[in-house]
């Protein structure tokens, strides 16, 4: 059973910042919340992973509330190329089974 | 990263055959998994498939229909049986557990499109 809640989609113009929510409620002491993306016939693809507060990195930012009962996913300026779909998942850090929400398709417009 | 040889890619199948998909890692990882995805839709795991002992299935999948193998910790394979329309779907491995780094982050597969007609 998913975890997680998420937007169904998203529009968003090249250039902007997009944000993208998850609520996960019964996130457990243990668990770790991750993103994936997805773009049309290929495998998911690790973006960022945190715990607790804020993580950055080349691509991303993930900020996570004191309570951890949700999660938001950021990207600065987007292109084109960043149309896909975006999950969020939750689960223990070590050797997980994930699974998957609905996840969020994201539609960057030039 | 992991680099994850799925093969075949994509195949047309009779109904009433089977077909085998391998899962082949670069290097040793701890987990490996088998997920499905239907067009459109979200990702459902299968099963986890265990080094030496049988696979764990998850709700609604069982080992008749969906018989996975994983002689090795970087090598898996998951046969779809006695297929039908149904089962056309895209079929992903992904691995866990890089043996030997503390890396902790899932790598899937490009998947094996398969078509049951």
Redesign the interface.
């Known amino acids: 059973l ?1 975890k997680t809640t998420q937007p169904i989609s998203m529009d968003s113009y090249e250039g902007q910042e997009v944000n993208i929510t998850c609520s996960h409620n019964n996130i457990a002491t243990n668990d ?1 919340i ?1 993103w ?1 993306q997805q773009f049309p ?6 973006i960022i ?1 945190g715990y607790k507060t804020k993580v950055t990195n080349e691509v991303a930012s993930l900020f996570i509330p004191a309570d951890r009962k949700s999660s938001t996913l950021s990207l600065p300026r987007v292109s084109l190329s960043d149309t896909a779909v975006y ?1 969020c998942l939750v689960g223990e ?11 969020t398709k994201l539609n960057v417009k030039p | 990263s992991a680099v994850i040889s799925q093969k075949p890619s994509r195949d047309i199948c009779q109904r009433g055959t089977s077909l085998t998909i391998q899962c082949q890692v670069d290097s040793q990882v701890t987990m490996m998994f088998w997920y499905r995805q239907q067009p459109g839709q979200s990702l459902t795991l299968i099963a986890t498939a265990n080094q030496g002992s049988e696979a764990t299935y998850e709700s609604g999948f069982v080992i008749d229909k969906f018989p996975i193998s994983r002689p090795n910790l970087t090598f898996s394979t998951l046969t779809v049986s006695n297929m039908t329309p149904e089962d056309s779907s895209i079929y992903l491995c992904s691995v866990e557990g890089h043996l030997g780094t503390l890396n902790t982050e899932a790598f899937f597969g490009q998947g094996t499109r398969l078509t049951v007609v």
């Open positions: 998913a770790y991750t994936y016939s290929q495998g998911p693809r690790f992973q999950y850090g070590n050797f997980n089974k994930f699974y998957f929400g609905s996840g």
